[in-house]
Structures are given as structure tokens and as C-alpha cells.
Nanobody, 120 residues
Framework: QVQLVESGGGLVQSGGSLRLSCAAS????????MAWYRQAPGKQRELVAA???????NYSDSVKGRFTISRDNARNTVYLQMNSLEPEDTAVYYC??????????????WGQGTQVTVSS
């Protein structure tokens, strides 16, 4: 059994910062790509940022230059540093990870989501 547990969401004023964390635990052989998605009310879930096991990041255009994704492979944890937050960033943020539970089996896992609310 594998679990992803997120933390760090909350309420912040426009221009403020938050740092999200997501820790994976359980029967883990290896973690490949990790990512953050978000879903605002009435909208589809969208990719915010992703990072390879080797640390290469990729960002959506809407957050480029403001958000930074990083990971600690020893701790099976991915982070999302969010700066210069805007009301449009308000959403539930979900952690995603492609996890190998054996050398030949990999599955996408999701966290439970953490609410980020940015007030104007």
C-alpha cells in the first residue's frame, strides 16, 4: 500500500507565499516523476509543475517564474514553493507520483488534496 500525504495549504493574501509538501510512504521500490496539479471550482484539473527523478522541472506557463518544484529522493518528498500568489491560484492542489512498487510495476498515485486560497 502506498500513500501520498500533502501539507502546507492555507489562506494567504495576494502577493504572499506558501510551501506545499507531499510525502510518499508505503511499499515503494522507486519513485519516478512527481508532480503537482490543481483544480479550481468549476474547472478541470490542470498540471502545475512536474519534476523527474533526476530533478529536471517543468512548469505550466501560468506559474512559470513564480513557483518552484523540488524533491528530496531520500525522503520520498516533493515540494512546491509558491511565491507572488494571485487570486487565480486559488484551488485544491494535488500531489501525483509515478511509483514503482516492484522493478516491473509502476502506478500513478494521488494525494488527498490541500486547499490553497489567495485573497485579493
Amino acid at each position: 500500500q502506498v500513500q501520498l500525504v500533502e501539507s502546507g495549504g492555507g489562506l494567504v493574501q495576494s502577493g504572499g507565499s506558501l510551501r506545499l509538501s507531499c510525502a510518499a510512504s508505503g511499499s515503494i521500490f522507486s519513485i519516478r516523476a512527481m508532480a503537482w496539479y490543481r483544480q479550481a471550482p468549476g474547472k478541470q484539473r490542470e498540471l502545475v509543475a512536474a519534476i523527474t527523478r533526476g530533478g529536471t522541472p517543468n512548469y505550466s506557463d501560468s506559474v512559470k517564474g513564480r513557483f518552484t518544484i523540488s524533491r528530496d529522493n531520500a525522503r520520498n518528498t516533493v515540494y512546491l514553493q509558491m511565491n507572488s500568489l494571485e487570486p487565480e491560484d486559488t484551488a485544491v492542489y494535488y500531489c501525483n507520483a509515478r511509483i514503482q512498487t516492484t522493478s516491473w510495476v509502476s502506478t500513478d498515485y494521488w494525494g488527498q488534496g490541500t486547499q490553497v486560497t489567495v485573497s485579493s
